[in-house]
């Protein structure tokens, strides 16, 4: 765990019952930002540990990635002393997450209105494919799947077929939200004395970020596929430099449209012209609009045309892929540690000024252990 006292969730434990992506995320940002938080794994271990091999020591790049900073406990919440053990821990813990099957903990004995009436200071945050209740609460649900049942799918990609987002945006969304919930139950906590009762389903994650082609749809213009490009703005997308480079650009008023057609396309015409003048009729002449454009960028190379835009005030970007990431310039990083040694990759996103944070390392499968922790509990107090 990070040793700053200054962390705003020092002093909170967290029982993560949790597997693959969803509830690890918003588990590891809860951990990030100081909180004590005790991941519960099965015997074998959360089946996230062998989604691939490729981090050092032949370690998993979705474990290490969401589970810095935790300690990882076997529980067998089958067995009788499973049960105990995880009961034991619930009595003194803050926060509970969980993805189980939804009714899994029920069945078990800690459904979450029982948890609150045992504990009412507990915040228990379930998440869920479809939630708790309607006709698909018992499907199973994985981050493609949702993808595709919520319609995502069916706005991404290119106009020959729908496909999927190439990361688990569904998942990582959801832990987001549900990071997010469990922030809010905290601070009414703190006015209230009051714990919470949270539950976040990925459907309605992606149902609330899918609004504007879901209205899109419902106002008789259902968004259509078109690849890198914006449905609703032109002109927004790719274009070829002389020299083969790919450059994204995005005009988002008539003002920027005008400025570019006088400094770039060097046609200060274009920009009063009643077929191009305002983003509606560049939306609705988009082929017309995108050959304009495509053949400024056509004479000029990435060096002379990412000046043009930079003269123009026009917002663009290099279209990257991993190699230049791994590379970029404003790629921040952190380094943690891992029982197979030292994995540096991607900083979480806010920066608190003034406050640096370290990071906690990655626990082995079952590194932690009731006795242990009641050592380590122990010392605390001596010291």
Not at 41 to 54: H, K, N, Q, S
Not at 298 to 317: I, P, R, S, T, Y
Request: aromatic share 6%; glycine share 8%.
């Amino acid at each position: 765990m990070p040793s700053a006292r200054s962390l705003p969730l020092q002093g909170l434990q967290v029982v993560a019952i949790e597997q693959a992506v969803a509830a690890p995320f918003c588990s590891s940002r809860l951990a990030d930002a100081g909180a004590e938080v005790i991941k519960i794994e099965r015997p074998e271990g959360d089946f996230a540990r062998g989604y691939d091999d490729v981090v050092v020591g032949g370690q998993s790049s979705y474990f290490v990635w969401l589970n810095r900073g935790k300690e990882s406990l076997i529980v067998d919440l089958a067995s009788e002393d499973g049960k105990h053990t995880l009961a034991d821990l619930l009595s003194k813990a803050d926060v509970l997450v969980q993805n189980l099957k939804p009714g899994a903990l029920e069945r078990m004995g800690f459904g979450p209105e029982a948890l609150r009436q045992r504990h009412p200071k507990l915040i228990v945050c379930s998440i869920s494919g479809y939630g708790e209740t309607g006709p698909l609460a018992d499907r199973k649900a994985y981050d493609l799947l949702i993808q595709a049942e919520s319609g995502l799918s069916s706005v991404t990609g290119g106009p020959e077929a729908p496909a999927r987002v190439g990361i688990s945006v569904v998942d990582i969304a959801t832990g987001a939200t549900a990071y997010s919930a469990i922030l809010e139950a905290l601070l009414a906590r703190a006015v209230t004395g009051e714990g919470a009762d949270v539950r976040v389903s990925m459907f309605d994650v992606m149902a609330d970020w899918l609004t504007v082609p879901l209205l899109l749809h419902e106002g008789g213009k259902p968004p259509k596929r078109i690849g890198l490009a914006h449905v609703s703005i032109a002109p927004y997308g790719v274009f070829q430099t002389r020299d083969g480079k790919d450059v994204l650009i995005s005009i988002q008023s008539d003002r920027e449209w005008v400025k570019f057609c006088a400094e770039f396309l060097k046609q200060p015409e274009k920009g009063t012209d009643p077929l191009f003048s305002r983003n509606v009729g560049r939306v609705a002449n988009r082929a017309a609009t995108d050959q304009l454009v495509a053949s400024a960028f056509a004479v000029l190379n990435e060096v002379e045309a990412q000046n043009l835009l930079g003269k123009a005030d026009v917002a663009f970007a290099s279209v990257n892929d991993m190699a230049a990431l791994s590379n970029h310039p404003h790629l921040r990083r952190i380094t943690v540690e891992t029982k197979a040694g030292l994995v540096s990759y991607p900083a979480p996103a806010p920066v608190f000024v003034g406050q640096p944070r370290s990071y906690g390392s990655v626990p082995a499968l079952g590194e932690n252990t009731l006795e242990s922790r009641v050592a380590d509990g122990q010392k605390a107090s001596a010291n």
